[in-house]
Nanobody, 117 residues
Framework: QVNLVESGGGLVQPGGSLRLSCAAS????????MGWYRQPPGKERELVAA???????NYADSVKGRFSISRDYTKNTLYLQMNSLKPEDTAIYYC???????????WGQGTQVTVSS
């Protein structure tokens, strides 16, 4: 099990940028996969971006070219750089981690991102 704490959310104008951080309670170097999900108001939670231990990444079509997922092993932290933000990016953003392919996902508490003028 790993405890995850997100930070970096807030209010930003359309076209702006934010960087979300997810601090893990243990080393992330061997974690099978970590990811960012979001849940817009009144909608289901959806995958935004994920990264596997080998470095493979995948993104939702709606964020390709605008968002970038990365990690810092020295800080045990996962990041989500969000550029060219749109009002439809407004959501609670959650960090997740799956220690092995057979593990249950661990989740953070979420951080609110609001894109509005």
């Amino acid at each position: 099990q790993v405890n995850l704490v997100e930070s970096g959310g807030g209010l930003v104008q359309p076209g702006g940028s934010l960087r979300l951080s997810c601090a893990a309670s243990r080393s992330i170097s061997s974690i099978y996969t970590m990811g960012w999900y979001r849940q817009p108001p009144g909608k289901e939670r959806e995958l935004v971006a994920a990264i596997r231990s080998g470095g493979y990444t995948n993104y939702a079509d709606s964020v390709k070219g605008r968002f970038s997922i990365s990690r810092d092993y020295t800080k045990n932290t996962l990041y989500l750089q969000m550029n060219s933000l749109k009002p439809e990016d407004t959501a609670i953003y959650y960090c997740s981690a799956r220690l092995t392919p057979m593990s249950v996902d661990d989740w953070g508490q979420g951080t609110q991102v609001t894109v509005s003028s």
